[in-house]
């Protein structure tokens, strides 16, 4: 057998390997964690009121249908898993998720809850972050029984995470009251502190628990959403109070994920700015295609932005000319933008690097 031959049967073999795998085991797994903000479903399943199952949400998904996401259709890890190559991972409590497409990865994220325990609990029986990191130890446990421990130990290691929390603990914790019980116990910069140094013991967790790349997003402009103006401002002007706890909470988070790397000795923690993402499109909406970034496509009151989205609320007839979808989440269409930044922003937006970056550097291990 001639040497030139056995190079040809084994490329050949490579070839074959890459293109006959289900995508399931060929594109990396993807694991997320947090709010709304990134819920692919999970709170379906859970009796609480933050809820996205019934329609008009997902009336531009691909089966125009609710799906739980939070969004008119596809989600920010939606978007993620695209550009990954993969499908969609499912809500962990989705009872479909079982056998392959555990390999796929799965979705531990939850609407309403934040990094303390007391954000959110209005909406009662939501899976909170140390719960998540639980599923996660769990689904670990499942994967194993399927590949083997050492097979599931290097998919969890390769994967890649997403985890978006702390917009949760200003808006339906603090700011949710007048008078609340952490306002009275807290000024913004103090309460802001607390929760990087709950976030970073969450990161840790999550270390522990195997993951080497970390998206990590803190609040978006929280002050600026339609319910923000709608209750927290006078003619439009994005609300002080929730603007300056973004202002004060990002840079923070910046800086303890540059701690953690150092301390840790390497690049595992990755920041996704994504107030300055959204600040692009929010003071310049007709520069991104956007007839308005203060009016959501679905509510009521002003700027659509008082109550919750449901069948009786106005609905825009264009989804790609709003910036949010409801009072407080942006549509598919701000959501690609804002995943475009993830893969190819500068290090304005993506520290210590962009997406597509971290890609290149792990297909080369
Ligand atoms: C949240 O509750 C869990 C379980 O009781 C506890 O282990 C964790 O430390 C709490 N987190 C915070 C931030 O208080
Ligand atoms: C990603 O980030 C790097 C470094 O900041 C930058 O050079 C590159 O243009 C960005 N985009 C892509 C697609 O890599």
């Not at 994220?109 to 769990?138: V, Y």
């Not at 985890?163 to 609340?180: A, K, M």
């Not at 969450?202 to 790349?213: C, P, V």
């Amino acid at each position: 057998m001639s040497r030139q031959f056995f190079v040809n049967v084994v490329l050949a073999i490579a070839l074959a390997m890459v293109f006959l795998l289900p995508p399931a085991e060929g594109a990396r797994a993807f694991f997320v964690f947090g709010d709304s903000l990134v819920d692919n479903g999970n709170n379906n399943y859970l009796v609480t009121t933050a809820r996205a199952d019934s329609p008009p949400y997902g009336i531009d998904y691909p089966t125009h249908r609710p799906t739980g996401r939070f969004s008119n259709g596809y989600n920010i890890p939606d978007l993620i898993s695209q550009a990954l190559g993969a499908e969609s991972t499912l809500a962990y409590l989705n009872p479909e998720l079982n056998g392959e497409k555990l390999l796929v990865g799965a979705n531990f994220a939850s609407a309403g809850i934040g990094i303390l325990n007391d954000t959110g609990i209005q909406f009662a029986n939501i899976i909170r972050i140390f719960q998540q990191l639980e599923l996660f130890a769990e689904y670990q446990q499942r994967l194993a029984a399927i590949i083997g421990p050492d097979e599931a130990q290097q998919r969890v290691n390769q994967g890649l995470v997403l985890i978006t929390l702390g917009g949760n603990d200003y808006v339906n914790n603090y700011f949710l009251t007048p008078i609340s019980a952490r306002r009275l116990q807290y000024n913004i910069q103090d309460y802001s502190v607390l929760l990087i140094s709950e976030y970073r013991k969450i990161l840790l967790r999550l270390y522990e628990l195997g993951a080497r790349r970390v998206l990590v997003t803190g609040t978006g402009p929280i002050g600026c959403v339609p319910a923000a103006l709608a209750t927290g401002s006078r003619n439009g002007q994005c609300a002080e109070g929730p603007q300056q706890a973004a202002a004060i909470f990002n840079p923070l988070l910046i800086n303890m994920l540059q701690g953690l790397n150092q301390e840790i000795g390497s690049d595992i923690f990755v920041a996704a700015n994504a107030v300055q993402m959204q600040n692009n499109f929010i003071s310049n909406p007709g520069g991104f295609g956007f007839i308005t970034s203060k009016i959501a496509c679905c509510g009521q009151g002003p700027f659509n932005g008082v109550g919750i989205c449901t069948v009786a609320s106005n609905l825009c007839p264009d989804r790609n000319v709003y910036a949010f979808w409801d009072p407080f989440h942006p549509t598919e269409r701000a959501n690609r933008i804002i995943v475009q930044t993830i893969l190819t922003g500068s290090d304005e937006y993506m520290s210590p690097m962009n997406l597509s970056t971290i890609m290149a550097l792990d297909s080369k291990i």
